[in-house]
């Protein structure tokens, strides 16, 4: 694609980076068959194609007037950053970049309405740290009968208790974990599953207690100052851990998992914390490329239930790790189901349910309707907020794909299924 940027803008870094981008493109188109959001609503605005267009449309032209930012931030708001079209397009255009290069722009140069701001803010400091994220979910559980169907469906009624853990200091193999904000909240047992599983293979899963929020919540609300403040404070708190020898920093929700990998990028013009950020996103892994380098042999897991997964976008598309949850299961012995279209959105998308409900709700029930079509007894997933918004239209259990290999190992002590 050509470009039409002057000498003097491109010696700004986001337009250079945009430029390249851009020229990487060949316009085929073939990013639309699997997108989302094109195939929902029909509009070439709505696909990665239009929307890289928009974004370049903009960027050349630095005195667009109120409607085109309008009308470009209106698109953008819509893309579910899902990154299929990446894994689709042959050229290797890296559109979730330009996006983001694309929003930074638009909020820059027009302001949301005062509502907008006010919602997007209330959001990110809500739901951005454990400490405030877990006691109002406590208290929305109380008060979840009373509310609107459409909240209900946010707030899980009863949470999947940790089991035990095991003991501190056993092993000399050591890896972090990130906790998390709203996982801790919606399925404490999550992490602790992964630890019992770990603990297994030898190794100590252990949290960084100053860790929090990956930032990947601020970031992609366009507050991106301040997910990248959190990225630094992540790694201020990982590194004396890494420098005692923290073989990786396990993630078991896929967004944070690439999210975290991007540090390395975002932070590579910073001169105090480019190189320990690359050194994080180099070690950090998702929970299944931990498993599936151990010898799984030994643990023969299945437990004769129905099961299907679905794979987060952020694990296939982001990751690239298409697949490798479905290996590491069948290693273990589980028997899944297929599922058609498994390569396209539930809709969750980090705060698109809350910011897109509409076109979130569209997705949820295509993405339900493959999922259940096999009869399933259990529907896994790996990240929670898939989990949470697949589990809450649907009287299926949705649970995280670890606790049921840690279940599976440990029938006495068989954790409750969330309803």
Known sequence: ??????????????????????????????????CPTYRL??????GPRGRIYLVKALLENPDAGDTVIAQTRLHLDRCLTCRNCETTCPSGVEYHKLIDIGRA?????????????????????????????GPLFAL???VRPWLPRSLQEKIPPRSVAPGKR???????????????????GLSPNTNAAAARVLDRLGIRLEPAPAAGCCGALDYHLNAQDDGLDRARANIDAWWPAIEAGAEAIVQTASGCGAFVKEYGHLLAG??????????????????????RDEPLDTLQAADGRRVVFHCPCTLQHAQRLGGAVEAVLARLGFQLAPVADGHLCCGSAGTYSVTQPELSRKLRDQKLKALEASGPELIVTANIGCQTHLGGATNTPVRHWIELVDEALDPAETHPSSP
């Open 166 to 184: 095991p003991p501190a200091g056993r092993h000399t193999r050591h890896m972090l974990v990130l906790e998390g904000c709203v996982q801790p």
């Open 41 to 46: 609503l029909g509009d070439e605005r709505d």
């Open 270 to 291: 910073d001169p105090v914390y480019a190189e320990r950020a690359a050194v994080v996103s180099r070690l950090t892994r998702d929970l299944v490329e931990v498993l």
């Open 105 to 133: 722009e638009v909020e820059a140069r027009g302001r949301r309405s005062l509502t907008e701001r006010v919602f997007r803010s209330l959001l990110r400091r809500s739901m951005g740290s454990s400490r405030t994220a």
């Open 140 to 142: 929305a559980r109380g």
């Open 1 to 34: 694609m050509q470009t039409r940027f002057s000498d003097e803008a491109l010696e700004q870094p986001h337009i250079r980076e945009a430029d390249r981008i851009l020229r990487s493109c060949v316009h085929c188109g073939f990013c639309n068959a699997t």
